[in-house]
Structure formats: C-alpha cells, structure tokens
Nanobody, 123 residues
C-alpha cells in the first residue's frame, strides 16, 4: 500500500509555471506506475500525464502536451509535474495516483490517490 501527498499548487498568472510534487510513503514506490489527474469545478476527473515504473515511458493528454512534463525520482519516492505556459483552463485540483498496472490507461486502474492540490491560473 502507498500513501500520496501532493504539494506545490497555488495561484499563478497565465503564461507562468508551477511544479507539483507528490511524495509517497509505503513500500515499493518503484513498483508503481504514477499519474497526474485534474478536476475542474463542475467537471469530471481527467487524465493529465503518467509515467511507468522505470520512467521508461511517459504519456500526456493532448491538452498539456508540450507544456507539462512528468518525472519521478524513485530514490526520493516522489513524482513531479512541471507545468509551463499555464492557461486559465488549467485551473483545477490536481491529484497524483499510483497503479500496480504496467501501463494503466483508465482512471479506475489507479488504486491509490492523494488528496489533491489546487492550481489556479489567472488571466
């Protein structure tokens, strides 16, 4: 089992940058695929980015491709989301999640979730 705690959210102007972190506690962090999701007010939770266990592969939603970068440091039990060129439509609560699947593709395939961190982008 793994516990996840996000940090790094905040208020930023459009065009700015933020880096989210998600620290994990528990065993075998390196055995989990990790993902970032977000949920805007009144909308469902949507996929943002994911990374495989060994950082061999990363995946992004089309809406963030080229602007966001997911990475992980297995020695620090932490996954990051670097967000550049932020837009007002990126405003949401951002969640990190962990999956025992090799390449999770569905939200339901992530077994563990953090509590979320708010990102607000002003225009």
């Amino acid at each position: 089992q793994v516990q996840l705690v996000e940090s790094g959210g905040g208020l930023v102007q459009a065009g700015g940058s933020l880096r989210l972190s998600c620290a994990a506690s528990g065993r075998d962090f390196s055995s989990y695929a990790l993902g970032w999701f977000r949920q805007a007010p009144g909308k469902g939770r949507e996929f943002v980015a994911s990374i495989t266990r060994s950082s061999g592969s990363t995946y992004y939603a089309d809406s963030v491709k080229g602007r966001f970068t997911i990475s992980r440091d297995n020695a620090k039990n932490t996954v990051y989301l670097q967000m550049n060129s932020l837009k007002p439509e990126d405003t949401a609560v951002y969640y990190c999640a962990a999956s025992t699947r090799v390449v999770p593709q569905l939200l339901s395939e992530y077994e563990y979730w953090g509590q979320g961190t708010q990102v607000t982008v002003s225009s």
